[in-house]
């Protein structure tokens, strides 16, 4: 089955320490990996995806096949990263698509 | 560029009713995808759009239909709303047919079934 598992609902961390967001995901496949960003009163929008192997705002993630993770890292966190991040999978399915499995979610929480 | 909008943005319907909600995608982005968003059950796919066909579809009842207009425009249709119906509905719309494209959301439908 097609699974992303967050394990964490809220993370709260203190500004400048680092943040890692576990992200864990079950696909019979190659799927494509992504972590989406909710900021408060915005809509939900890209934060990076593993094909691009981009860092955004400071933040990285590694796909890691052998123990099926794509963990969001970031060195030094600030205020301004308080926000829900969700972990999301896409995979081929037979065919081209842009169906997303979102995990549940991670509440960050950057306290001054 | 304007965004994914989205309308209405808040419905109150009763059990029984039906429900469109409608979504206007980026323009130039011919696939659309809808999600929706509970406490209990967080984001879960119902279907996506491409060039007026339904290329996907997740494990929601029939109640549940949409469509996509020549114009890329797309509806969703509930049908005998149910109390846990009750939801954000999300629309997001994608650039390409190709496949894990970023998906760009639109700020949602809130719907409320009493």
């Known amino acids: 089955a097609q699974r992303v598992t967050q394990p964490e609902k809220l993370l709260s961390v203190f500004k400048g320490a680092p943040v890692e967001l576990k992200c864990n995901y079950s696909y019979s496949g190659s799927p494509e990996l992504f972590w989406y960003v909710q900021y408060s009163r915005q809509r939900l929008q890209l934060l990076l995806r593993h094909i691009s192997r981009e860092s955004i705002k400071g933040f990285t993630a590694d796909l890691n096949k052998g123990e099926t993770s794509f963990h969001l890292k970031k060195p030094f966190a600030q205020e301004e990263d308080s926000a829900m991040y969700y972990c999301a999978l896409s995979g081929s399915y037979g065919g081209a698509t842009n169906k997303l499995i979102f995990g549940t979610g991670t509440l960050l929480a950057v306290q001054p | 560029k304007a965004g994914v909008t989205q309308t209405p943005r808040y419905l109150i319907k009763t059990r029984g009713q039906q429900v469109t909600l409608s979504c206007s995608p980026i323009?130039?982005?011919?696939?659309v995808s809808w999600y929706q968003q509970t406490p209990g059950q967080g984001l879960q796919f119902l279907f996506e759009?491409?060039?007026?066909?339904?290329?996907n579809k997740g494990n929601f009842p029939g109640r549940f239909s949409g469509r996509q207009f020549s114009n890329s425009r797309s509806e969703m249709n509930v049908s005998t709303l149910e109390l846990g119906d009750s939801a954000l509905y999300l629309c997001a719309s994608s650039p390409s047919g190709g496949g894990f494209d970023e998906q760009f959301f639109g700020p949602g439908t809130r719907l409320t079934v009493l």
């Open positions: 759009y491409f060039s007026e066909t339904q290329r």
């Open positions: 323009s130039g982005h011919r696939s």
